[in-house]
């Protein structure tokens, strides 16, 4: 809990720091990198900085807690957090790095709000943060000693064993200890952080769900090339960096910096019937949660339910299909953009997913994943059939707007 007096003055000043954090997160990255440019390099996804998604995360999710820590409505600010420790985690952020965010962060506040910070604001804010930073820290040395690990501790340098092309523009890849040695168990649904080292000697880092363990040595991801595209203004959007650096340069035998296995968007053990929905890369999840059913013999009722561009572009679309015939009350349906001639009886039709067509258990839990727009389309229409907010879990491929903009 915040002390009664830093209540009232964050209360008062919410609306202000509110509407003023897009603008104090701009500040607060540009002076951190300044004083740390390492931290741009190796550290930060600098795709993500050039778009301005990781600004509105972080400047999302502190107005968030802010709130939560201050409203009276019961709800618990750790709510928030589970996410950003996981990332956290998968990326090895230790807790002596939490005063040179603190450090930027409030300079920026300073620079941007000028004499409105008063000392009674910023200490009541102060309060918020370390607040905020010590819930993370405390997951986040939890989420280490679960995996057996000192603090930060979490990389280390795996093979490439098999690449294989799914789709025209996506490619998996199955990773392996160089001496066959067992890798740490993950729950089905978690994801790796991978490090690569770019040409201009820069060390960026990327997320990627494991979509199985074909042996205990061993973990498989698929990676989506991102392209180059035309933005708003038509100026050229560059591709991705290390989607299109893995495509081009991991082959069999390279070595790759892996994280442990870390995330919150994982099955739980229970009976009730499961509802799996993904459009595109999005599948890579669900597929991870399916060789778990299948390889523990589940015999939960489940419900795939996948959209994709085309059925050549569907990645892992053999694999769904087989996985989803090895469960013994599962079920599939597919829905493609461009059906091509064929059709098949899991192929519900032309077009993007409806749920109109498909009959959703009331107790089902929900998992759920693909591009934003998509899941928020699907989770508006649970949620006008009645299923709870709480039941639908999802998992967003970048920094969570969705939630900061809940
Ligand atoms: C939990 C989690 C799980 C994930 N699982 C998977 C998975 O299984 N498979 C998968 O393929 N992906 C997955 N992702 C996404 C993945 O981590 C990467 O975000 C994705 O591969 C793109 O990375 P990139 O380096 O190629 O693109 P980036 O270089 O990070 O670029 C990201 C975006 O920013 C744009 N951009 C780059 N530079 C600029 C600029 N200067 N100005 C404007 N825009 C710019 C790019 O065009 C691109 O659209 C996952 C992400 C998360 C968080
Ligand atoms: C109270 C302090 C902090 C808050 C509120 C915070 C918040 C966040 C949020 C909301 C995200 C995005 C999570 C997601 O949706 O994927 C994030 C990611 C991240 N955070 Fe923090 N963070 C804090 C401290 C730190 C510290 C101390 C570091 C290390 C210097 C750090 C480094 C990162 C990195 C590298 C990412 C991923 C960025 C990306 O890939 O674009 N954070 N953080």
Redesign the pocket.
Known sequence: MLSTKSAQVVKATLPVIGAAIGDIATAFYKRMFTAHPE?ERD???RG??AQG??QS??A???AA?ATLLVAEDGRDPLEVLA??AH??AS?G?TED??P???EHLFAAIVEVLGDAVTPEVASAWDEV?WH??KA?VTIEKGLYAETGVADGDVWRTLVLRRRLQESPDTVSFVLGTPDRSALPEHRPGQYVSIQVALPDGARQ??QYSLTHAPEASEWGISVKAVPASRGNAGAIVPAGEVSNFLHHNLFEGDEVRVSAPFGELVLQESASPLVLISAGIGITPIIGILHYLAGTGSKREVLVLHADRSPARHAHRQELKELVAALPSATLHRWYEDLGVRSTRDVLSAGRVDLELVEIPADATIFLCGPLPFMQSVRHSLIERDISGADIHYE?F???KW??SA
């Open positions: 931290l550290l930060f996804n993500n900085q998604d990781q995360a972080l999302g999710a502190i807690y996410r950003i990332k956290h990326l952020i790095q939490y040179i965010v603190h943060y905020m930073a993370l880092i990327r967003v970048g920094p969570d939630m900061a």
